[in-house]
T-cell receptor, first 115, second 112 residues
Framework: ETGVTQTPRHLVMGMTNKKSLKCEQH?????MYWYKQSAKKPLELMFV???????ENNSVPSRFSPECPNSSHLFLHLHTLQPEDSALYLC??????????????FGNGTRLTVT | ELKVEQNPLFLSMQEGKNYTIYCNYS?????LYWYRQDPGKSLESLFV?????AVKQEGRLMASLDTKARLSTLHITAAVHDLSATYFC????????????FGKGTRLSVIA
């Protein structure tokens, strides 16, 4: 399998549930990202991991918790979410060096609905 | 703070017609990306524009970059229904490893 794979594709969860989104990249990249895509809003960067270290979180609420066990896998742990968190969550990867990044390669996303 | 503005945000055009989508950005950049997103699908990379005056073409789409005007265009020639999608531009700041900033996207609908 190639590219960036996300599971599950769709997720419906209650506000008291705990769930996790999974992302795996098969491109040999060293950076992975979580983006949130809501209706009528630009893509919002949530988390960046390069070299397995989180470098940015853009003030994301603590009910979203990322985990990057290695350069190929990225998780987004969800708990006590709100209905406004319903969105498409996109994972992406890129190859970073000291100077510039390669283009982002996106997964197909997880469509999350919080009830 | 880098801001990226696309216009129009919605575009309905007839098959066979030409049109241009614009992407303006607020600070210095020398690298710009265009992505396509079909409904319910991921973002697919279309073009990477790496320098002032860069022009790239793929089929009925042509993208250009003017870094002095801080403007990129995506020109559609003789539109066909298969081009219906949302198109995003994303800008990479010159300074180091900063994340891309995306525009809001242009939702294109090509009708017969």
């Amino acid at each position: 399998e190639t590219g960036v794979t996300q599971t599950p594709r769709h997720l419906v969860m209650g506000m008291t549930n705990k769930k996790s989104l999974k992302c795996e990249q098969h491109l040999g990249h060293n950076a992975m990202y979580w983006y949130k895509q809501s209706a009528k809003k630009p893509l919002e960067l949530m988390f960046v991991y390069n070299f397995k270290e989180q470098t940015e979180n853009n003030s994301v609420p603590s009910r979203f918790s990322p985990e990057c066990p290695n350069s190929s896998h990225l998780f987004l742990h969800l708990h006590t979410l709100q209905p406004e968190d319903s969105a498409l969550y996109l994972c992406a990867s890129s190859q970073e060096d000291r100077h510039r990044n390669s283009p982002l390669h996106f997964g197909n996303g997880t469509r999350l609905t919080v009830t | 703070e880098l801001k990226v503005e696309q216009n129009p945000l919605f575009l309905s055009m007839q098959e066979g017609k030409n049109y241009t989508i614009y992407c303006n950005y607020s600070t210095t950049s020398d690298r710009l990306y265009w992505y396509r997103q079909d409904p319910g699908k991921s973002l697919e990379s279309l073009f990477v524009l790496l320098s002032n005056g860069a022009v790239k073409q793929e089929g009925r789409l042509m993208a250009s970059l003017d870094t002095k005007a801080r403007l990129s265009t995506l020109h559609i020639t003789a539109a066909v229904h298969d081009l219906s999608a949302t198109y995003f531009c994303a800008v990479d700041m010159e300074a180091g490893n900063t994340p891309l900033v995306f525009g809001k996207g242009t939702r294109l609908s090509v009708i017969a």
